[in-house]
C-alpha cells in the first residue's frame, strides 16, 4: 500500500518546476458564465486559487469551436472566447499574464504570474482562409488543433469518415503558414492519414496538445505506438490527457454501451442551455460521476494518467512527453478533479523512480523546447 500523501521530494520537484499545461477549456466558462477565475469554485477545474495549488506556472486555454458551428460564425466563436480571456487576464493582471513567447512565459514566471497561452481549437475558425489565421497570430494564438470532431474542409478528424485522404493541398499550406508565422501544429483530434500528411509537411516539430496511447486504450482520438514514435522522431511531444474515455479501456467502452442514454442526456442539455457549452459540459461531469456512483461506469484512478505518462516514455523517451489536461472539457478521473491535484503526477513519477530531470522535462520543460524550436524556425522561414 502506497501513503495517501505527496512525499517531500515529490513537493520539491514539483515546486521548482515549471508545470505547463497544454490543454483546458476554462475560456468557454469565462464566455458563457463570466466565471471569475480569482473565486475558489466548487464545480469546474481551474481557476486561480487551484491553478496555484497546482503549481501551473503556464497553461494554453484552447479556444474550442464546436464542429456545428460554421463560416463566420465559427470565427466569431473563437474571437468571443479569445475576447473573453484577454478581459479576465487583464482583470486579474497581477496573477495572471498573457503570453504569447518563451521569453514572456519567463518573464511571467520570474514575476510570480501564472502564463496564459491561447490555441484554437478545431481549425473550421480559420474558413480556410490564411489571412484569419494569421489574424489569430496576430492576437497572440501559438497552437492550433487543425480539427475538432469532424473534417474541416481541408482536414480530416479521427471521429468522423474521411473525406480528404489526411490534408488537401490547401490544408498543407495551412501548416506551411503555421510554420512561418510560429504557430504550434496541434494534431489531436485529427485522423491518422492526416496526422502522416501533417508530419510529411511540417518543418517544425509537432505537438499533440490532450491526446492518450491507443497500446492502453484503443480510441481513434489516441495515438499508437508508430504515431508517437513518429511525432517524437520529428522533435515533438504528445501531451497526455485526463479524460476517463482516453485513459481507460473499461470505461470507454461501458460509455459507448449508454450511448443512448448520454446521446439523450446531451440533447436535453442543449434545448436547456443553448449555446452555454460550459454549463453543458459542467453537467456533463456531474452526470460521469453519478453514472460511477450508479456503477454504469466504472471508477477510473488518476494513477492511469502516469500509466500513460510511462508508456509513451518507454515508446518515446521521456524528451517527447507532457500533460495536457483537458480541464473544464472533459470527464475526470478520482483523484485529478481539478488543477489543485497535479503534483499527484509527480509524485505518481516519483513513484515509478524517475529522476529530477526527467520529472521536469515531463511537467512542462518539453514543452517549452517545442515553443522555442517552432519560433526558431518561424525565424528562419519569415
Ligand atoms: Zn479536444
Known amino acids: 500500500m502506497q501513503p495517501d500523501e505527496i512525499s517531500p521530494r515529490a ?32 464545480e469546474g477545474c481551474v481557476d486561480i486559487p487551484r491553478l496555484r495549488e497546482g503549481g501551473v506556472g503556464a497553461v494554453f486555454f484552447a479556444l474550442w469551436v464546436p464542429v456545428e458551428i460554421k463560416g463566420e460564425a465559427a470565427t466569431r466563436r473563437a474571437l468571443d472566447l479569445l475576447d473573453a480571456t484577454i478581459r479576465e487576464t487583464r482583470i486579474h ?15 511571467a514566471r520570474a514575476a510570480g504570474k501564472i502564463a496564459i497561452c491561447l490555441g484554437v481549437e478545431g481549425g473550421h475558425a480559420i474558413q480556410s482562409d490564411l489571412s484569419l489565421l494569421r489574424e489569430f497570430y ?94 517524437a522522431a520529428g522533435g515533438g511531444v504528445i501531451h497526455i490527457t485526463f479524460h476517463n474515455s482516453f485513459l481507460s479501456q473499461e470505461y470507454a467502452n461501458a460509455y459507448r ?44 484512478s488518476w494513477e492511469k494518467i502516469v500509466e500513460h505518462i510511462d508508456h509513451a516514455v518507454a515508446v518515446a523517451g521521456p524528451d517527447h512527453v507532457g500533460i495536457g489536461s483537458d480541464f473544464d472539457g472533459a470527464f475526470m478521473p478520482q483523484g485529478m478533479e481539478d488543477a489543485s491535484r497535479l503534483p499527484w503526477i509527480t509524485e505518481g513519477l516519483v513513484r515509478r523512480r524517475y529522476g529530477d530531470g526527467d520529472i521536469h522535462k515531463i511537467l512542462g520543460q518539453n514543452t517549452i523546447r517545442v515553443m522555442a524550436e517552432v519560433e526558431r524556425i518561424s525565424k528562419r522561414l519569415s
Not at 257 to 270: G, Y
Not at 293 to 299: A, D, F, I, M, S
Request: proline letters at 3%; glycine letters at 4%; one cysteine or more.
Open 257 to 300: 454501451a449508454l450511448t443512448v442514454e448520454s446521446t439523450a442526456r446531451q440533447k436535453d442539455l442543449v434545448q436547456k442551455y443553448g449555446p452555454n457549452e460550459a454549463r453543458i459540459l459542467m453537467e456533463g461531469q456531474q452526470w460521469s460521476n453519478e453514472s460511477i456512483r450508479e456503477g454504469k461506469l466504472p471508477q477510473v
Open 138 to 231: 496576430a492576437y497572440g494564438v501559438r497552437y492550433m488543433t487543425l480539427t475538432h470532431n469532424a473534417a474541416t474542409e481541408w482536414a480530416d478528424s479521427s471521429n468522423a469518415a474521411p473525406l480528404h485522404n489526411g490534408l488537401t493541398e490547401f490544408g498543407r499550406e495551412v501548416i506551411r503558414e503555421m510554420n512561418r508565422l510560429g504557430i504550434m501544429v496541434d494534431v489531436s483530434h485529427v485522423s491518422d492519414a492526416t496526422f502522416d500528411a501533417v508530419l510529411e509537411t511540417s518543418q517544425a516539430p509537432v505537438i499533440a496538445s490532450h491526446s492518450c496511447c491507443r497500446a492502453l486504450c484503443d480510441a481513434p482520438r489516441n495515438l499508437d505506438d508508430a504515431m508517437i514514435k513518429r511525432l
Open 93 to 107: 493582471g497581477d496573477e495572471l499574464a498573457l503570453c504569447a513567447s518563451c521569453a514572456e512565459i519567463e518573464a
Open 11 to 42: 513537493r520539491e520537484i514539483h515546486s521548482s518546476s515549471l508545470v505547463f499545461d497544454t490543454h483546458t477549456d476554462t475560456p468557454q466558462r469565462l464566455l458563457f458564465d463570466r466565471f471569475d477565475l480569482a473565486k475558489r469554485d466548487a
